[in-house]
């Protein structure tokens, strides 16, 4: 699109690592193609409060390493108003901003897909989230290095588990998708996942109890997704107390651990391709998508299917962790 001249960059939602990988690709390709640039700091808040700044080449430089975001995040309840996106809209106006790359979940995917429609900006969306549970694409910024993240601590709680001879119920992020739960049980060697994806097909404790839990083994870790039809590590350790009081158990919530970090060298490598796709798809006219990978190639999936379509669980990996856990 030759009307294109100036990029805005906006993170927003929660933070994840590798979104200044993001930013540094968006940045460094914007500019090699000759866009100017502009950072928006913290979401969409910045852009009505206008704390926005022109990014050359050395803004970005020795961030690809850094967990966060450089350009802050921050919820805005003013932008989900028809007001607050109207000063927005004034903000890129004035600041001579064409077209926006959001970097963040399905919340900052929405937000920026009402504001396209709204005001007709081309708006480029990279999947930002720990959570990896935006459609359309295999896996999102971020949650590579969550998944290690809980690996490491998943390993050393094993340690102790296995030296008291205890039931440990480790709870992960992820909202109300499994993707980290699950593949973290599998990675971690642990016993079972209790993910909300089939939390209303089964009494997911039962199950496990059912199934010759501990078996012979003198320790066993249960992951379990925090997400209202789930409960949380706690409502199933309360039960497990209630209903099976031999057991010894205990609680580890891993909380905001999960989202800091050095992004691995997947998630960097995963921003870096993204960020500079979201440049090739402005110059070719696109809109309203967001760049996404499946199989290995870029995919460019429009925000309304990003969004509102669910991304299953594979049903195969939860047989192999039922298979490997005997």
Avoid: W
């Amino acid at each position: 699109m030759s009307t294109v001249k100036c990029i805005g960059i906006l993170t927003s939602g929660g933070d994840a690592p590798g979104m200044n990988a993001a930013i540094r690709a968006v940045t460094r390709a914007a500019i090699y193609n000759g866009l100017q640039v502009k950072g928006i700091y913290r979401g969409y808040k910045g852009l009505i409060t206008g704390e926005i700044q022109e990014f050359k080449s050395q803004n970005v430089s020795n961030i690809i390493q850094l967990g966060g975001t450089i350009l802050k995040t921050a919820r805005c309840q003013e932008f989900m108003t028809p007001e607050g996106r109207k000063i927005a809209y004034d903000t890129l106006i004035k600041e001579g901003i064409d077209a926006l790359v959001v970097i963040g979940g399905d919340g900052s995917l929405t937000g920026a897909r009402i504001f396209a429609q709204e005001y007709d900006i081309p708006c480029i969306g990279l999947p930002g989230t720990i959570d990896n549970d935006l459609f359309g694409t295999d896996t999102t910024i971020g949650y590579d290095t969550a998944l290690n993240t809980i690996l490491d601590a998943v390993d050393k709680i094993r340690d102790t588990a296995t030296s008291h001879e205890r039931l440990f119920f480790i709870e992960v992020m992820g909202r109300d998708a499994g993707f980290l739960a699950l593949n973290g049980a599998i990675a971690s060697g642990a016993e079972a996942a209790i993910i909300p994806e089939f939390s209303t097909e089964v009494d997911q404790l039962e199950e496990l109890i059912k199934n010759g839990f501990r078996k012979s083994k003198n320790s066993s870790i249960v992951i379990v997704a925090e997400s209202e039809l789930t409960g949380g590590a706690m409502h199933y350790a309360d039960r497990v107390k209630n209903e099976y009081p031999q057991y010894d158990v205990r609680v580890t919530i891993l909380g905001h651990v999960q989202r800091g970090g050095s992004p691995t060298a997947h998630d960097r490598i995963l921003a870096s391709r993204l960020g500079a796709a979201s440049i090739d798809a402005i110059l070719e006219g696109q809109r309203n998508v967001m760049i996404g990978i499946e199989n290995d190639e870029i995919v460019y999936v429009p925000f309304t299917k990003a969004i509102k379509n669910n991304k299953p669980i594979k049903k195969e990996l939860v047989n192999v962790l039922r298979i490997l856990s005997i």
